[in-house]
């Protein structure tokens, strides 16, 4: 396999750069200019090359890129001009800053000087800084053949980096980076512009409405204090809770703060429409995002950026300023993401993946056999807890069934439990909810018992000691520094630690991070399901191509001419078990249509 690292200098200025503009923006741009591309072909020897756009074209073609993998670090830029402004796409992509947050964590600080000097590679020199505002053209000869040595230093580094890092990866992973960049380097996503330009307008003005309607500026919403002091005006006490930052308390205004949603359904008409202009006016994430696709829609179709490895679980997350991770189910910007012309869209879901995984990693053989055999597990659980049979359970029981199934199998508690439900409209006293959880644990007790295993494995992890974990010991192990998954890449707790009072934590950015046994248990069961999809996706991909992956989901389209054919692969494979997993109970649910937001289930 040929490997051709490669780095691109561009032009940048104190407006114009990649602080200021996504890598989409800044590559398409009218202002982009190639300053100079240095290239190795596996231990070769290093080239720097600068010329006009033609000249740098035809260099760079002058390389077998059909045969050849190319290789940077943050791919996501350089496959990026690579593939848009030189029409160039080879056999497929390599990344070492996605590897290294594999192996490295991402809480690690990844940047390929901080990795150079971590691995004593070198260091990376800062010729970059004195290029801001050139044009090519503003060069001279030793400005240039210094900017050059400065690159040719940075392929060397990335080549070297990727000799270290890349006995860590199976064949598997390093085909799940080149899908990810893929997704990005050859969009095949559209977007509906005369959709997101109405949709735009009308979230201007139903913010309006809604700071009309409360009779307060936009000043007073968005200040925490004086949002504070006008709630206390109508005689409403602010919530708060302890920030996780300072350890002190706080306003708890954020739209995922259970005490500022509970406002919304308050008494008061004043409050209720407060807090809906609050969220209109302090969350503009459905105004800025509509936004960038409109800018996006101009420009080109939809390239999709994830960031692979993104959580220490292995799992994808929104890169770019644009995380399509998160956009809410009922959201229009979903509908206005569409197949090209004369294709449809495909989104396979897997089925309640993790509750099926933390069963079967337990050998909570029961839950499993209920899951392998389609039976309703949820009304089981509800038979559980209403003692009453199932055909008997009503719907709301039944709710309360799934929402035990899917939320206490990682040590949930009674009063999250509560709150859980609340969200959903269903109140229950905290004292029901206890006993709830109870049946739970003694109905599925190998559940519990994992995670008394995940708080001893900690200790494990601290002694650098090698254990089994759960009953599928292939599938999982604690290895010194972490957990590997079946992948061979570690969930690792950085600098592990226990204190007095026997509470573990680890370092991340943000300070110490508190973990226990059922948060283990979530994070090890999410990398194994993550594994498992990952190699669900690949197979999707030798027939369709994958356009996107959102949690268990992968996303693809497909010639609307094989239609049916290609809705039964794509079943197919996710209901497909590696071999690894061979008796965990997948399954999942296929939709299709015309665009990501008007999908129909598939039933086969």
Known sequence: MNIITIDFETYYDKDFSLSKLTTEEYVRDERFETIGVGVRVNEGETKWFSGTFVETSRFLSSYNWEESYALAHNTLFDAAILSWQFGISPRGWLDTLSMARATDGVEAGNSLAKLAVRYNLGVKGQEVLNALGKRRSDFTPEELARYGEYC?????????????????FSKTELRLIDITLRMFAKPILQLNLPMLELHLDEVKTRKEKLLEACMADKDTLMSNDKFAEMLKSIGVDPPTKISPTTGKETWAFAKSDEGFKALADYPDERVQALVAARLGTKSTLEETRTERFIGIAKRGSMPVPLRYYAAHTGRWGGDDKLNLQNIPRKSLLKKAIEPPEGYILINADSSQIEARTVAWLAGQSNLVEAFENGDDVYKIMASAIYNKDIQDITDQERFVGKTTILGAGYGMGAQKFQLQLNVFGVSLEIAECQRIISVYRETYPYIPQLWKDAGRALDAIIRSQSVSLGVQPQVIQVVPGGIQLPSGLCITYRDLQIDSDNQYSYATRR???????????????????????????????????????????????????????ALKYVQDCMRWRPDWCSTLPLNCEVEYGDSYGNLTKFKN
């Open 152 to 168: 040719k230093n940075d392929v060397n580094l990335t080549y070297d980096l990727f000799k270290i890092l890349v006995p860590h």
């Open 511 to 565: 300070g110490r991070t508190k973990i226990y046994g059922g948060k283990v248990v979530e994070n090890f069961t999410q990398g194994v399901a993550r594994c498992a999809v990952g190699e669900q996706m690949l197979r999707i991909s030798k027939r369709y191509q994958v356009a996107l992956t959102v949690h268990d989901s992968v996303v693809c389209v497909a010639p609307k001419a094989e239609q049916d054919e």
